[in-house]
């Protein structure tokens, strides 16, 4: 007997390719077991219900390969798979001695993969159903397969031991690889969502750059179309059927004029390009933008000599998420200091509100830690967010809650951190 399939499957996704290529190995080593404890070892085996029961597994598989093939299994179907081999291996045990037979072990094998591939409530019914596998067997079970010696008495206490122990192993296996597991997919789901946010960021930087350029690349030959239109303009008489177009054309190259300027005026043409620099206290404006309210008092304060800083994405959006989570908890007022020294570059980002809560503090920095009261977003995640995106450009970045009330988050780079990232 072998464990059940699925050991070499991606956490959250199984494939059907997966499964069944597994099961057929599962299915020759169950037939090597029974046939080499049966005819090798001369245990009494009962072959026609045991090999009924691999012939089963035999069927599902054909079966199987036989539907239309998908790239995933659903979380459903894949517990539905699982399940069966729970089963069938419970079927197996049931006529080979039950939980006295050493191999009862491997009832733990579906619910182990269950709990690296499936969600809690899939993962907590198959942990149910093995064990109640379990239960039963120590209850229900034919005589275990002997040779030779007297077979051993095992006493009920040994049993109600075995059993004891698997339940322990069946549940702690399963906690903790589902904790493991879960945690593991919660963290690669924000990094594909801090990919994401960094991308958009270099996209509107991108945008912005595209645009200021235009704007800049487009100015002269527009002037030379109004230079032109206006010459025309002069030259014709007032009756000409030709001065309305004239004027029409000077107007909507004026019009262009206009839109142009819009453009190299806005804060994303300005600072879209990643390697364009500002002062520190300018950046920290700049960055808050979006964010501003008429609710939320803004302030900057700046000590020491500022460093100029390059307007790097990472930098730009990182910094963003941890200014707008000040503003989405602050009661009145959100105060930003910078402090540049000998040591390096602090910036410290301080908030009137209620503060972070003092059982999560020092968990902050992980994915989906809990949830807003008055929103359905993670809080969390924007944070783990911008911890990673700062955290690529070399700073540190410390949680607390500030002695007057309210939380403060600081943001540090060493002097040589800071090179990247001055012009």
């Given at each position: 007997?072998?464990?059940?399939?699925?050991d070499?499957?991606?956490?959250?996704?199984?494939?059907?390719?997966?499964?069944?290529?597994?099961?057929?190995l599962?299915?020759?080593?169950?037939?090597?077991a029974?046939?080499?404890?049966?005819?090798?070892?001369?245990?009494?085996?009962?072959l026609?219900?045991?090999?009924?029961?691999?012939?089963?597994?035999?069927?599902?598989?054909?079966?199987?390969?036989?539907?239309?093939?998908?790239?995933?299994?659903?979380e459903?179907?894949?517990?539905?798979?699982?399940?069966?081999?729970?089963?069938?291996?419970?079927?197996l045990?049931?006529?080979t001695?039950?939980?006295?037979?050493?191999?009862a072990?491997?009832?733990?094998?579906?619910?182990?993969?269950?709990?690296?591939?499936?969600?809690?409530g899939?993962?907590?019914?198959?942990?149910?159903?093995?064990?109640?596998?379990?239960?039963?067997?120590?209850?229900?079970?034919?005589?275990?397969?002997?040779a030779?010696?007297?077979?051993?008495d095992?006493?009920?206490?040994?049993?109600?031991?075995?059993?004891?122990a698997?339940?322990?192993?069946a549940?702690?296996?399963?906690?903790y690889?589902?904790?493991?597991?879960?945690e593991?997919?919660?963290?690669?789901?924000?990094?594909?969502?801090?990919?994401?946010?960094?991308?958009?960021?270099?996209?509107i930087?991108?945008?912005?750059?595209?645009?200021a350029?235009?704007?800049?690349?487009?100015?002269?030959?527009l002037?030379?179309?109004?230079?032109?239109?206006?010459?025309?303009r002069?030259?014709?008489?007032?009756?000409?059927?030709y001065?309305?177009?004239?004027?029409?054309?000077?107007?909507?190259?004026?019009?262009?004029?206009?839109?142009?300027?819009?453009?190299?005026?806005?804060?994303?043409?300005?600072?879209g390009?990643?390697?364009?620099?500002?002062g520190?206290?300018?950046?920290?404006?700049?960055?808050?933008?979006?964010?501003?309210?008429?609710?939320?008092?803004?302030?900057?304060?700046?000590?020491?000599?500022?460093?100029?800083?390059?307007?790097?994405?990472?930098?730009?959006h990182?910094?963003?998420?941890?200014?707008?989570?000040?503003?989405?908890?602050?009661?009145?007022?959100v105060?930003?200091?910078?402090?540049s020294n000998?040591d390096?570059?602090?910036?410290?980002?301080?908030?009137?509100?209620?503060?972070?809560?003092p059982?999560l503090?020092?968990?902050?920095?992980?994915p989906?830690?809990?949830?807003?009261?008055?929103?359905?977003?993670h809080?969390?995640?924007?944070?783990?967010?911008a911890?990673?995106?700062?955290?690529?450009?070399?700073?540190?970045?410390?949680?607390?809650?500030?002695?007057g009330?309210?939380?403060?988050?600081?943001?540090?780079?060493?002097?040589?951190r800071?090179?990247p990232?001055?012009?």
């Amino acid at each position: 007997m072998m464990q059940s399939p699925a050991d070499n499957v991606v956490p959250g996704r199984v494939t059907l390719r997966t499964l069944t290529s597994m099961r057929w190995l599962v299915v020759a080593g169950q037939l090597v077991a029974v046939l080499v404890v049966h005819f090798a070892f001369g245990f009494d085996l009962m072959l026609p219900p045991t090999l009924l029961l691999i012939a089963a597994s035999v069927a599902v598989n054909i079966h199987a390969t036989m539907r239309p093939q998908r790239r995933t299994l659903s979380e459903r179907s894949t517990a539905l798979y699982l399940a069966y081999d729970t089963l069938q291996l419970a079927g197996l045990l049931y006529f080979t001695g039950g939980i006295e037979n050493p191999f009862a072990v491997l009832l733990l094998g579906p619910m182990t993969v269950a709990a690296g591939v499936l969600g809690r409530g899939h993962v907590t019914v198959l942990a149910l159903l093995g064990m109640l596998c379990l239960g039963v067997l120590t209850i229900v079970h034919l005589q275990l397969p002997w040779a030779g010696d007297p077979m051993p008495d095992f006493p009920p206490l040994y049993r109600t031991g075995v059993w004891a122990a698997l339940w322990l192993a069946a549940g702690f296996i399963a906690i903790y690889n589902f904790s493991v597991a879960d945690e593991a997919r919660r963290i690669s789901d924000a990094l594909v969502e801090t990919q994401m946010a960094l991308g958009r960021e270099q996209r509107i930087s991108s945008l912005g750059a595209l645009a200021a350029a235009a704007a800049h690349e487009l100015g002269t030959p527009l002037a030379t179309i109004a230079v032109v239109a206006k010459e025309l303009r002069k030259e014709m008489p007032a009756d000409s059927p030709y001065l309305g177009d004239v004027e029409l054309l000077l107007s909507q190259s004026d019009r262009c004029r206009e839109i142009l300027a819009e453009l190299a005026r806005r804060p994303e043409s300005a600072g879209g390009d990643p390697f364009e620099s500002m002062g520190v206290p300018a950046l920290l404006e700049a960055i808050a933008g979006p964010y501003r309210t008429r609710r939320i008092a803004y302030q900057v304060e700046a000590f020491g000599p500022m460093p100029v800083m390059k307007r790097a994405p990472e930098l730009v959006h990182g910094l963003g998420n941890i200014i707008q989570n000040a503003m989405s908890f602050a009661r009145s007022r959100v105060v930003v200091t910078a402090q540049s020294n000998e040591d390096g570059l602090k910036i410290r980002v301080r908030d009137d509100g209620p503060g972070f809560p003092p059982g999560l503090l020092s968990r902050l920095g992980e994915p989906y830690l809990s949830q807003r009261q008055d929103t359905d977003e993670h809080l969390g995640l924007g944070i783990f967010i911008a911890q990673t995106l700062l955290e690529r450009t070399g700073a540190t970045l410390t949680f607390e809650n500030d002695k007057g009330g309210g939380a403060a988050v600081t943001i540090f780079w060493r002097n040589d951190r800071m090179k990247p990232l001055t012009s």
